[in-house]
Nanobody
Framework: EVQLVESGGGLVQAGGSLRLSCAVSGFTSEDYTIGWFRQAPGREREGISCIGSSDGSTYYADSVKGRFTISSDNGKNTVYLQMNSLEPEDTAVYYC??????????????????WGQGTQVTVSS
């Protein structure tokens, strides 16, 4: 069974940093994409970043570009999202997701079939 487990969320002041982790287990696909999404109350789920396994290609939404960095540690089967210069507008539940069918840039939720349970990030002003 494929599982994604997020960790690293919490409460931080504006301007601070957090690093989210997404531990991936239970699959052997060589071509896959791991994405990070977030959803604030009353808002649609937003794709903010992704990384493809084949060439490490990455994607960032304009709302996080220059502040967030996605990376992967294949030895640990973990994908990270380093979040710097956090703003109150970044407050949301953050989810990681996997598309095990192909590697590429994928920003839409319906492109992913496996989801983690989410981790809360709260940025205070």
């Amino acid at each position: 069974e494929v599982q994604l487990v997020e960790s690293g969320g919490g409460l931080v002041q504006a301007g601070g940093s957090l690093r989210l982790s997404c531990a991936v287990s239970g699959f052997t696909s060589e071509d896959y994409t791991i994405g990070w999404f977030r959803q604030a109350p009353g808002r649609e789920r937003e794709g903010i970043s992704c990384i493809g396994s084949s060439d490490g290609s990455t994607y960032y939404a304009d709302s996080v570009k220059g502040r967030f960095t996605i990376s992967s540690d294949n030895g640990k089967n973990t994908v990270y999202l380093q979040m710097n210069s956090l703003e109150p507008e970044d407050t949301a539940v953050y989810y990681c997701a996997a598309d095990l069918r192909s590697s590429g840039v994928k920003s839409l939720a319906n492109e992913y079939e496996i989801w983690g349970q989410g981790t809360q990030v709260t940025v205070s002003s």
